[in-house]
């Protein structure tokens, strides 16, 4: 049993900062990569950032780009996402994935079906 537990979401005013986090449990071999997704009412889950656990390949979203850094603790088996200058548009729940399995590319990272387990989520409300 693999557990992924997020913690850090909440209610923040338009330009505040968020620190999500998320803790990996169980029985975890090997961590290739970790990510977060978000997903606002009515849309569907999105691509925020993602981190191979080497470090050696950080992805984006254009819409969260030099707003928002993901970072690890590999001691922890956690990602954390540093959220800064928040937008009312980017409140949604957010996700935290585990990918355990080895890649073929790095940048399969930035799509959710690549991914072996996921959190419960944690809300993100950005109010103006």
């Known amino acids: 049993q693999v557990q992924l537990v997020e913690s850090g979401g909440g209610l923040v005013q338009t330009g505040g900062s968020l620190r999500l986090s998320c803790a990996a449990s169980?029985?975890?071999?090997?961590?290739?990569?970790m990510g977060w997704f978000r997903q606002a009412p009515g849309k569907e889950r999105e691509f925020v950032a993602a981190?191979?656990?080497?470090?050696?390949?950080?992805y984006y979203a254009d819409s969260v780009k030099g707003r928002f850094t993901i970072s690890r603790d590999n001691a922890k088996n956690t990602v954390y996402l540093q959220m800064n200058r928040l937008k009312s548009e980017d409140t949604g729940a957010y996700y935290c994935?585990?990918?355990?399995?080895?890649?073929?590319?790095?940048?399969?990272?930035?799509?959710?079906?690549?991914?072996?387990?996921w959190g419960q989520g944690t809300q993100v409300t950005v109010s103006s």
């Open positions: 169980g029985d975890i071999f090997r961590i290739v990569g």
């Open positions: 981190s191979t656990w080497s470090g050696d390949s950080i």
């Open positions: 994935a585990l990918r355990v399995a080895p890649l073929s590319m790095d940048t399969q990272l930035k799509y959710d079906y690549y991914y072996n387990y």
